[in-house]
């Protein structure tokens, strides 16, 4: 899997977009980049996920850059529940069956 | 709840007990991934099975460890003689057969070790 590097951590006021920043330079073609949190004491929580295209669900947007050599995940309007550990992670590869390398993430607090 | 569950949620014990943990994965999800986080670490992958088979082991799974899938549903993860090096959450995560698919994480069980 493709080593990402993550700011350790950042803030966001409440009812701001929050901008979380990820670079993964030495992503394969065939790997995806996939985004979690976990709030504290709790089991990471799936958020998005993208090959090439940008993504956009209920939770966030992934924005990824045409080189595919970075990507922000995007929470639109922060909440005070929203501060959690996020965690980016390059994955996937041909077989589709490995594990996630979890690096330490960027510890996300959304300030009121 | 359709979600991964698991069971403890928290166990105490004491060095040198055996401890057991259990992992029912979404329903139709036939890959089953352990992982062990420690405080301020992420996740470090331990071993996964592919319904009863189990495909991978970490390098951290030490010989005291054992995980078990004897039907291709739940799972249980066994430490003999614990450790203090032990405590730490213990994660499962559950996914489909297919590429691209997620995993999807269940609580975890907390383990402390006296």
């Known amino acids: 899997d493709a080593k990402t590097t993550q700011p350790t951590s950042m803030d966001c006021a409440e009812g701001r977009a929050a901008n979380l920043p990820c670079n993964h330079s030495?992503?394969?073609?065939?790997?995806?980049v996939y985004w979690y949190r976990q709030i504290h004491s709790q089991g990471p929580q799936y958020i998005i996920h993208?090959?090439?295209n940008n993504e956009t669900n209920e939770m966030a947007s992934l924005i990824i850059t045409e080189d595919r050599k970075s990507s922000t995940l995007i929470l639109p309007h922060a909440t005070l529940r929203d501060t959690a550990v996020y965690y980016c992670?390059?994955?996937?590869?041909?077989?589709?069956?490995?594990?996630?390398?979890f690096g330490k993430g960027t510890r996300l607090s959304v300030i009121a | 709840d359709t979600g991964v569950s698991q069971d403890p949620r928290h166990k105490i014990t004491k060095r040198g007990q055996n401890v057991t943990f259990r992992c029912d994965p979404i329903s139709e999800h036939n890959r089953l991934y352990w992982y062990r986080q420690t405080l301020g670490q992420g996740p470090e992958f331990l071993t996964y099975f592919q319904n009863e088979a189990q495909l991978e082991k970490s390098r951290l799974l030490s010989d005291r460890f054992s995980a078990e899938r004897p039907k291709g549903s739940f799972s249980t993860l066994e430490i003999q003689r614990t450790e203090q090096g032990d405590s730490a959450m213990y994660l499962c995560a559950s996914r489909r057969d297919s590429m691209s698919d997620t995993q999807y994480f269940g609580p975890g069980t907390r383990l402390t070790v006296l």
């Open positions: 993208g090959l090439k």
């Open positions: 992670i390059a994955t996937g590869g041909v077989s589709g069956n490995t594990p996630l390398v």
């Open positions: 030495t992503i394969s073609g065939n790997e995806y």
